[in-house]
């Protein structure tokens, strides 16, 4: 029974992990940027809630519907006046942008809020401690079936976003070939800057989870973004459905493993990772993948 | 009627001169020939018309208006559609994807999903089909079907013979003879002469990034284009020398 409990408790944790990965296995697929800086773009997003949250008191969920739009917004201008100028350069300036970015955000973070470790939990009412005890082993806290049904909404969203909407078939045309894109109408800036606006403010969702769950300071994002880019590695990159699957493996591998031994949780996540990364890349394929 | 005016165009890839001051007009309802032989600049031409290469010199003017420094996206709503060499579809998306992304909102006309269809119908059966899933003439007719929906007053066409087998070939022409016949302005590049003289009005000749030969596809004997086409008899402009 424990390991029942085990299984559904990895399966809410990877939940949690796919929403934070799903902005950025977004921008991984449409624009081929490993954005560095989403985990504090995420802990950013959490901040923003916790800001809602203490001056007028209301609950996380209303604090998340205002912070939303301000991500979005966040995210477009990023793309605009950051991204778009390092994608010009090659490969390799995005990846040291986002990784300049992430260092900003977190001093910022540190000036504005300080060191000190906050929650959300407090300002999500119910679902911060509610759970159904099925069995004396087995407890299913509403949280985390709150964040698989997020989770799965939210992917099933994307999916008929970017299957039935002229926007939708706009974007993946742009992911597969932009200077194509270009010649049949599409303008690319404007769709990466979509992609990265929807991408900054499903982060700050992961972000508002993670304040729920546990707790979270300035330096919190790096951590947060290991994981995420786990799952979006172990599910495929680029592929959306992959992340969520990726995600749910990771979160598995970690409450697995902790049943192993408590301090195996993590490493076992690490381990999976390393196992598919070499799955699937190993040998020549990584060098030639790496040459392209 | 001038729509589309090239003048003294020069586009690089790096130290690499591809286009050499070129210049040339093509008149509404036109069908010119873009001949010469690989390398000679005809496909970099092209996607500078289209805005896909920005050019290091000169300007491109589109019914009047100067597009020099217009992105490619906003030539395609001013009505100019580039049928890119190699095809370039979307892969994963399908036939019918391909040609909806492919419709640009303020530009109304004949042309539409099932208008394309009509044309090709070769497609019907395909349309829920993933565009990689296709046959080189399908995407072919898909590559043309997707530029046409944008309802483009100058349709530039770039070597849509490649790769294709000769009926599919003839096919392909057939059914832009219907295209044409509806008074759409064309520039196309073709490989093969023969083909090039039969369904252009017009032939300009490419050689090492210059303009060496251009007249009435009548008026030209095969002779002095393919010595023009080859560089040979002195056709060569001066300053080519390098």
Same mark, same amino acid.
């Given at each position: 029974m424990t390991l029942v409990n085990a299984i559904v408790q990895g399966i809410f944790l990877g939940a949690f992990y796919a929403v934070l990965a799903c902005g950025l296995s977004i921008m991984f697929g449409v624009m081929r940027i490993i954005n560095l800086a989403h985990g504090d773009v995420a802990v950013l997003g959490a901040y923003l809630a916790f800001v809602v949250v203490e001056r %007028?008191?209301?609950s996380v969920f209303v604090a998340f519907a205002v912070a939303f739009p301000v991500m979005l917004a966040l995210g477009y201008i990023l793309q605009v006046t950051v991204l778009e100028r390092s994608l010009k350069a090659g490969i390799l300036t995005p990846l040291l942008a986002t990784f300049g970015l992430s260092i900003v955000i977190q001093n910022l973070l540190l000036i504005a809020f300080s060191p000190d470790v906050r929650s959300l939990g407090g300002a999500a009412g119910v679902f911060t401690t509610a759970s159904w005890q099925v069995t004396g082993e087995l407890s299913i806290s509403a949280l985390g079936v709150l964040i698989l049904v997020v989770a799965v909404i939210l992917f099933g969203a994307l999916q008929l976003f970017l299957s039935y909407t002229p926007a939708g078939w706009a974007m993946r045309a742009t992911a597969e070939d932009a200077d194509a894109a270009e010649l049949v109408g599409i303008d690319s800036r404007a769709v990466y800057a979509r992609a990265t606006? !929807?991408?900054?403010? !499903?982060?700050?969702?992961?972000g508002l989870f993670l304040g729920i769950r546990s707790a979270f300071d300035p330096a919190s994002g790096p951590t947060q973004l290991i994981f995420a880019f786990e799952a979006v590695v172990i599910g495929g990159m680029g592929s959306l459905w992959? %992340?969520?699957?990726?995600? !749910?493996?990771l979160g598995l591998a970690q409450t697995l493993g902790a049943q192993l031994h408590p301090e195996f949780s993590v490493l076992a996540g690490h381990l999976l990772f390393l196992a598919v990364l070499i799955a699937r890349f190993g040998g020549g394929r990584l060098t030639l993948r790496v040459a392209r | 009627m001038t729509l589309l005016k090239v003048d003294q165009l020069d586009c690089?890839?790096? *130290?690499?001169?591809? /286009?050499?001051? /070129?210049s040339f007009e093509v008149a509404q309802g036109e069908i010119v020939a873009l001949i010469g032989a690989n390398g000679a600049g005809k496909t970099t031409l092209l996607r500078a018309i289209a805005g896909a290469h920005r050019p290091h010199a000169g300007s491109v003017s589109f019914d009047g208006a100067d597009v020099t420094r217009l992105p490619a996206h906003r030539r395609v709503s001013l009505g100019i559609a580039l049928v890119p060499e190699g095809r370039r579809l979307f892969p994963s998306l399908t036939v019918e994807e391909n040609l909806r992304v492919a419709a640009v909102g303020n530009r109304r006309g004949r042309w539409n999903v099932q208008?394309? *269809?009509? /044309?090709?119908? *070769? *497609?019907?059966?395909?349309r829920k089909m993933p565009a990689a899933n296709l046959s080189g003439g399908e995407q072919q007719a898909v590559a043309i079907g997707r530029a046409l929906m944008s309802n483009p007053r100058l349709l530039l066409l770039d070597e849509v013979s490649l790769g294709l087998a000769p009926v599919v070939v003839d096919a392909v022409y057939r059914s832009l003879a219907n295209v044409i016949s509806e008074g759409a302005t064309v520039l196309l590049v073709e490989q093969d002469l023969t083909r090039a003289l039969r369904v252009a009005g017009r032939v300009i000749c490419m050689l090492e990034g210059h303009v060496v030969l251009e007249g009435a596809a009548q008026s030209l004997d095969r002779d002095r284009v393919v010595h023009a086409y080859f560089g040979l008899g002195g056709h060569a402009a001066g300053g080519a020398s390098a």
């Open positions: %007028t008191g209301a606006a !929807i991408a900054v403010a !499903i982060a700050s969702l992961g992959g %992340t969520l699957v990726g995600g !749910i493996a | 690089r890839y790096g *130290l690499l001169q591809a /286009v050499r001051g /070129v208008a394309v *269809l009509d /044309v090709f119908p *070769l *497609l019907q059966p395909r």
